[in-house]
């Protein structure tokens, strides 16, 4: 270092007024291109915007709860009750006798007519073949009768002629007639006889249709109430030796459901009114239905009304003796009412029209063209379709299967 002198250092200096060494790019281009990257940026933010594109998207009408376009859904009250069976039998025999057979078990679906069981009937198919015996002995002898008859008459017009003729007596010609008349008279008696032979044989065919067990109505067999070997009668014994029925069955496509409705209450209800049927084995699925019954007397220990109420649909799942809750439901208001009402009354929508948008169940609706959004709580009703409340109107036209990447605002147009 101490080598170097003060001429040296002079030469370490920086001139500041030289030009710039090197090839760097202007300023003037780096401008350009932060530029063009703005407006490429501005683009795609404007272009949305400007030019929004139109989504064809297939729409569904928001029903009311329960029923159809134009009734609310309210609710008026809740009533407890089971499902029962409008038509139900418990199917017995017309005649005594032992359960030879017996075709069904529980849950077999049975034709009107079809046989369910047999009772043991040797006496009267041979009761059966002995009457048509007898008739065809019926037949032969009038068959004979007749043919005598035909005879005995011929004879008496030959004897006529020959009376004529002056070439037999009169007494002659007498005992001719009077055969022929006896002849008749076993024709007459031959008939009779035919027809006696026909009335027994259609009594022992009856008695022995008896001995079949045949189903009143299509339905379903719910329980059996004998077993094959015991003894079965139209009035059973007091002390059990005899059933008093063989099967129980009942057509599942009337079920209904009943409930007692408290003194109080049943002012509430009406004929017709709307009501959900909600079953204690699935009480997430609604079933709509409608009274179609008030009962009209009270149960005095109780102080209830029975009401029954009608399935609007049915599915399996739908069993005789369930126990299940029914809610009456409100009329919609009337026309040019509160709106806001209507729209808080509950509606239900097709399944596919509930969406899923970061974890919210949400419902798209049509409004002037758009998408708005709307957030839902379903919950199941019926097969196919989904129970909503609150935000959604009946009436409104919901998007089914909404795409993934539709989102609240966006132009949609119903296809």
Known sequence: MSGVGPADLSGLRIDRD?????????????ALLVAIALLIAAGFWLAPRLFPRTTDVAVAVAEPLGGALGAGGSEVLTASGYVVARQRAAVSTETSGRLAALYVEEGSRVARGQILGVLRNDEQKA???SAKAALASARADLTE???SAHESDLA???????????????????????RAKVDAARVGSAEANLENAAARLRAAEVDLERT???????GAVLRKEAEVGEIVSPLPSSGGLTRGAVVTMANLATLEVEVDVNEGYVARTRDGMRAEIALDAYPDVRYPGRVRQIVPTADRQKA???VKVAFDSLDAR????????????????AAGGDTASAAIAAVTVPNGAIADRDGRAVVFVMERGRAALRDV???????????????????????????????????????
């Open 18 to 30: 030289a030009p710039p060494r090197g090839g760097g790019a202007p300023r003037w281009l780096v």
């Open 145 to 147: 009768a007749r043919a």
């Open 304 to 306: 209830t009304v029975q």
């Open 156 to 178: 008496r017009s030959r004897s006529r002629e020959l009376l004529s003729r002056a070439l037999i007596s009169q007494a002659e010609f007498d005992q001719a007639d009077a």
């Open 127 to 129: 009761a059966v073949e």
């Open 318 to 333: 739908v069993l005789p003796e369930m126990g299940c809750k029914v809610t009456f439901l409100a009329d919609a208001p």
């Open 377 to 415: 709580s379903p919950r199941p009703y019926g097969a196919d379709r989904a129970a909503v409340s609150g935000g959604i109107a009946a009436g409104e036209r919901v998007v089914v299967s909404a795409p993934p990447t539709l989102r609240d605002g966006d132009r949609i147009r119903a296809k």
């Open 212 to 218: 079949f067990i045949r189903a009143p109505f299509a």
